[in-house]
T-cell receptor, first 115, second 112 residues
């Protein structure tokens, strides 16, 4: 088990382009989360999956953002028509839980820079 | 809404000094409380947690006690090492889905 893996680690894109990030959670983890972290701030919740179902989306997740988790395995986060304000670190976390408080494991993140 | 407030950094200490990082929260219901640590170049790692009032979480010499009366969860360590240099995040969770709400983080720098 190599932990939560995120790719790419860094992405530089021009404003208006689309980008897609991938998260591979720890196998058998049924819950997967996306967070966004800007410089000097703590991570902010974006969205959450239980298996393949997307159960909650933050108001931070505008209609330019879409996330999927096909077959309840890896997840992708796509940002369409990127804006400079989208520049941030995008973090993925996963955990296994049937209702109790268990540890969430975080990936190293994908740093997005929109120029 | 829910919120987490932690002391601003950076906090600079000498090795073997006592460390305290203050964390207070506002939440509806009865949140679970966490401290996460982020070492340079690494992902966030859970340091310790407490799920109900008066619980004490501890790990790697760090401790924090869930104080409902003061809505606080201060992190302490009696003798820090250079390897404790990192950014520390206080967080809470109020729902069974495990969604976390974080404070802004406190950078700790320990010098030899």
């Amino acid at each position: 088990d190599t932990g939560v893996s995120q790719n790419p680690r860094h992405k530089i894109t021009k404003r208006g382009q689309n980008v897609t990030f991938r998260c591979d959670p720890i196998s058998e983890h049924n819950r997967l989360y996306w967070y966004r972290q800007t410089l000097g701030q703590g991570p902010e919740f974006l969205t959450y999956f239980q298996n393949e179902a997307q159960l909650e989306k933050s108001r931070l997740l505008s209609d330019r953002f879409s996330a999927e988790r096909p077959k309840g395995s890896f997840s992708t986060l796509e940002i369409q028509r990127t804006e400079q304000g989208d520049s941030a670190m995008y973090l993925c976390a996963s955990r296994f839980s049937l209702g109790g408080i268990t540890e969430a494991f975080f990936g190293q993140g994908t740093r997005l820079t929109v120029v | 809404g829910n919120s987490v407030t932690q002391m601003e950094g950076p906090v600079t200490l000498s090795e073997e000094a006592f460390l305290t990082i203050n964390c207070t929260y506002t939440a509806t219901g009865y949140p679970s409380l966490f401290w996460y640590v982020q070492y340079p170049g690494e992902g966030l790692q859970l340091l310790l947690k407490a799920t109900k009032a008066d619980d004490k979480g501890s790990n790697k010499g760090f401790e924090a006690t869930y104080r409902k009366e003061t809505t606080s969860f201060h992190l302490e360590k009696g003798s820090v090492q250079v390897s404790d240099s990192a950014v520390y995040f206080c967080a809470l969770s109020t729902d069974s889905w495990g969604k976390l709400q974080f404070g802004a983080g406190t950078q700790v720098v320990v010098t030899p």
